[in-house]
C-alpha cells in the first residue's frame, strides 16, 4: 500500500489488516463528539469497535486529531474526541481548515466516507445519512453527504435518513446523483427512528453476499458512486410509527413558530424529539447504529473475501 500524503494517517492496526487484503470497516465520529452526551458517547464508541471486531473485521474509526485526518483512531484518541469542548464538526470542505487551523474534529458521513476511500477501506456504516432538508426549495439546505457519496466509491450502511428531513427529495436526488440504493431484506426505505418511511425502493438485497456482489458489479463497470444499503431498524424496537408522525409533526410546528431556520433546524428537531420522547429517541438511535454496524462488518467481511 502506498504511503499516505501528509495529514492523513493511517492506524497501525488498520495499515496492517489494508496491506493484508483483511476486512476493515471505517466508522464515523460525529455521533461521538456531536451526536451523544458523555460519556455515553466514549461508552459507544468503544463498544461499536467491539463488536466489529467480534465479527472478526478490524474497526477504523475516523476523526481529526490536531489538524491530522486518523484512519483508525487509538482509543486515547477516540476518547479525546469524546471529552474535549473545542471538537468541531468537520466534512470534506472542513479538512483544509481542520488541517491549517490544528483543530480536532469529528468526521460527517461525507468527510468520513471519503477519508477511508483513500486509505483504501471498502465499506462503511453509519446510523442515518444527511439529505435534503425541509423547503430545500427556498433554503437550498441540502446536505454535503450526497454529492460526496456521488464521487466516492464506498459501500454505505445506515437506516436510511433522519425522518425529520425531506425524504421523498432526498431519494430524488439519490437518484438525479447516479447512486444506487438498495433495501437491505425490504423493499421500503427506512426512515431511521421507524422501519417504513412510506416510501418504496425498486431494488433489495438479501444478504452481505450480495451487497458485495453489488459493489463489484459497480467497480467493474467503472462507476465512482457510492453504495448505499438502506438496513431498517427492527420493527420491534421502532418507535411506533402514529407517535413518531404526532411527535414529529409537533416538533416541527414548534420550529415554525419559534422562527427556527437554517442549520438550526436540524438540532432543534432533534432536542425536541427527545425530549418529547423522554430520552427514547437516543435509545431507538443506539439500536439502529448497532444493527448498521453489524451489518457494515458482515459486508466488508463478504468484500474482502
Known sequence: ??????????GDEVRRALDAGAPVLALESTILSHGLPSPRNLEVGLASEAL?????VVPATIGVIDGVAVVGLSPAEIERLCSTERVVKVSVRDLPIARAQHLDGGTTVAATAWLAHRAGIRVMSTGGLGGVHRGA??????SADL???????????SAGVKSILDIGATLERLETLNIPVVGYRTNRYPGFYIADSGFSLDYRIESPADAAAL?????ELGLASAVLVANPVDAAKQFDPEFHDRVLAEALAAASDAGVTGHDTTP??????????????LEVNLE????????????ARAVAG
Request: proline share 5%.
Open 268 to 281: 432543534f428537531l432533534l432536542d425536541y424529539v427527545q425530549r418529547a420522547t423522554g430520552g427514547r429517541s
Open 137 to 142: 426549495s427556498e433554503t437550498f439546505d441540502e
Open 147 to 157: 454529492g460526496t457519496l456521488a464521487t466516492t466509491p464506498i459501500t454505505l450502511v
Open 1 to 10: 500500500m502506498q504511503t499516505p500524503p501528509s495529514g492523513l494517517r493511517i
Open 288 to 299: 439502529v447504529y448497532r444493527g448498521n454496524v453489524a451489518l457494515g462488518a458482515e459486508i
Open 52 to 56: 466489529v471486531r467480534e465479527e472478526g
Open 215 to 219: 459493489a463489484h458489479a459497480r467497480d
